[in-house]
C-alpha cells in the first residue's frame, strides 16, 4: 500500500513538472511590486530605465500595469508573455543585477515571480493580429477546488466559443498557475481599451440559448452550477488595472 502511494506521488510529481515544460505551451511571467512610501515616482523612473536597457524586443518585451481597485491598489505588476521552455534557460543575470542595484531599493513589497500557462481552451482574442497591450484589464482571480477543475475548465472553455460565435468584441485569457502560487489558481483576464462597451452586433438569440445550442439543451444551467460549485468558497477575487505606458516595452518617451 505504501509502495502504490509512493508511486501515485510520484506520477503526480512527474506531471506537474512536465506541465512547466510542455514545448507547445505559452507561459507568462508575472512580478507584483509595492512601492516605498513616497517612492513611487523614484520607481516608476528607474524601472523605465531598466526596461529601455534590457526589454528592447519583442522576444524581451515587458508590460507594466497599476493595480488601481481592491487591497493591493497602487502596486504594480510587470508582465512577460508569450514565453516557451527555452526562455528560461537564457542567462539573464546581467539584468537581474541591474535590477537589484538600481530598482530594488524603492520597493517596499516584492512578491516574487509567478508563472502562468496561457489556456488556449478558455481564451478568445476577437483579434489576433493586434499585438498591442490592452489599456485596461479586468482581472478575476479563481481558486478551484481540486476535485472540480474539469467543472471549471468546461464552463470557460464553453463560453469562449460562445463568445466567438457571438462576436465578443472583448478580448479574455484564461491562465493556470504552473509555479510561483497555487497550482489550482486561474486568472481570467478580460483586456478593454475604454469603460463604455462596444456595440455588439444584434443578435435573435440570448447567450443562453446559443450555449444551448452548442452543447446541448440544459448545458447552461447544468455546467454553470457545477461552475459555481467548482470555486473555492473564499476563491473568486477581482481587481482592476491599468497600463502604464512609461515602463512598457515600445510605447516609452
Excluded: C
Aim: proline share 3%; no cysteine; glycine share 6%.
Amino acid at each position: 500500500m505504501k509502495k502504490l502511494l509512493l508511486f501515485s506521488m510520484i506520477l503526480v510529481l512527474s506531471s506537474s513538472i512536465y506541465a512547466q515544460r510542455n514545448n507547445n505551451a505559452s507561459y507568462w511571467n508575472t512580478w507584483e511590486y509595492t512601492a516605498k512610501d513616497g517612492m513611487q515616482k523614484d520607481f516608476e523612473k528607474a524601472a523605465a530605465k531598466k526596461t529601455a536597457m534590457f526589454n528592447k524586443t519583442p522576444e524581451t518585451a515587458i508590460m507594466t500595469y497599476k493595480i488601481i481597485t481592491g487591497p493591493d491598489s497602487g502596486s504594480y505588476l510587470r508582465v512577460e508573455a508569450n514565453k516557451s521552455p527555452a526562455d528560461y534557460d537564457l542567462d539573464r543575470s546581467a539584468e537581474g543585477d541591474y535590477w537589484n542595484q538600481n530598482v530594488a531599493k524603492f520597493i517596499a513589497k516584492d512578491r516574487g515571480q509567478v508563472r502562468y500557462e496561457a489556456l488556449k481552451n478558455g481564451s478568445y482574442d476577437p483579434n489576433p493580429e493586434n499585438t498591442s497591450p490592452s489599456k485596461y484589464v479586468s482581472r478575476t482571480i479563481f481558486n478551484i477546488k481540486a476535485d472540480k477543475i474539469l467543472h471549471f475548465r468546461r464552463a470557460m472553455y464553453r463560453i469562449s466559443k460562445v463568445a466567438e460565435k457571438r462576436e465578443w468584441k472583448t478580448t479574455r485569457t484564461l491562465f493556470r498557475v504552473v509555479s510561483g502560487g497555487n497550482r489550482n489558481q486561474f486568472i481570467l483576464a478580460t483586456g478593454f481599451n475604454t469603460y463604455k462597451r462596444a456595440d455588439e452586433p444584434e443578435m435573435e438569440t440570448t447567450t443562453k440559448e446559443d450555449y444551448d445550442e452548442l452543447f446541448g439543451w440544459g448545458s447552461w444551467d447544468e455546467d454553470w452550477k457545477n461552475f459555481d460549485a467548482s470555486i473555492e468558497y473564499w476563491g473568486e477575487q477581482k481587481d482592476m488595472l491599468i497600463l502604464v505606458p512609461e515602463m512598457s516595452t515600445g510605447m516609452m518617451n
